[in-house]
């Protein structure tokens, strides 16, 4: 569904992402690990069209996409989490929701909105409430919410666990089982390496901007190699 071939990211001088590729399989969960600096959020930059890279090519549902904008990506599908996810929060969290659904007919909105509500029963409880008021657990889920209001065929989350409470790392991790078992396509970076490779079908490693070591979570665990990728360098 995803292919990402040879791709290079520069910011200057400093390339930030070198010659790499990966691809994402319909319906698969795939992880993105690295240490702090690696390049994983400039690489989901990368494919959303907010960063255009130097070389090399990503190509969705087999048309080359390189360099669209996001806006493009959106609506052909591509959706993503940012990394410090920008909530309007001026609008209530059912605005939110709904600007995240634009692109679909009214009826369907409304449909999927009441989906997001069952889903995510803390959005329900504060449908009326204005985004700024909302705990970055919550503000989190209204991220997640909002990218899935556009229905995206691959959803690409960027660190969704990062600052939450224990019991909300839970419900994200949760949430990626479920979007798993729904069949949907999601490329997510997490810090919380071994709870991400319990997670995904697979997961690629990124370090200074190269894939170092890709493979299923069986597999990269018993490389002793990334040992300190997994434990220490988050
Ligand atoms: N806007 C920018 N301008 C210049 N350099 C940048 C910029 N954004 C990132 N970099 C550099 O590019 C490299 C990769 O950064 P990136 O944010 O993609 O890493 P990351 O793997 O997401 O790290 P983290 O785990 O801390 O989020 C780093 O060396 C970083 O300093
Ligand atoms: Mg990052």
Redesign the pocket.
């Known amino acids: 569904m995803l292919e990402v071939s040879g791709l290079t990211t520069r910011?200057?001088a400093?390339s930030?992402l070198r010659d790499v590729s990966l691809s994402v399989g319909a319906g698969e969960v795939i992880g993105l690990i690295?240490?702090?600096?690696?390049?994983?959020?400039?690489?989901l930059?990368s494919i959303a069209g907010l960063l255009a890279p130097a070389e090399g090519t990503v190509s969705f549902d087999g048309k080359t996409v390189t360099g669209l904008s996001p806006e493009r990506m959106l609506r052909a599908g591509l959706a993503l989490v940012p990394?410090h996810r920008r909530i309007f929060t001026d609008m209530t969290v059912e605005e939110n929701l709904k600007i995240g659904g634009v692109t679909l007919r009214a009826s369907e909105r409304t449909g999927l909105l009441n989906e997001m509500m069952e889903l995510f029963p803390v959005l329900s409880d504060k449908r009326d409430t204005p985004a700024g008021f909302l705990s970055g657990g919550e503000a989190q889920q209204l991220a997640i919410a909002r990218a899935l209001m556009s229905k995206p065929r691959l959803l690409m989350m960027?660190?969704p666990s990062l600052g939450l409470a224990p019991i909300l790392v839970d419900l994200v991790f949760d949430l990626i089982g479920r979007l798993r078992e729904a069949g949907t396509t999601v490329l997510v970076?997490e810090?919380n390496a071994t709870r991400m490779l319990d997670a995904a079908d697979r997961a690629y490693v990124?370090r200074s901007?190269e894939v170092v070591a890709s493979g299923t979570g069986a597999d990269l665990l018993a490389r002793s190699d990334l040992f300190d990728t997994f434990v220490g360098g988050?």
């Open positions: 910011y200057g400093i930030a690295g240490p702090n600096g690696a390049g994983k959020t400039t690489l930059g990394e960027d660190e970076v810090q990124l901007g988050h």
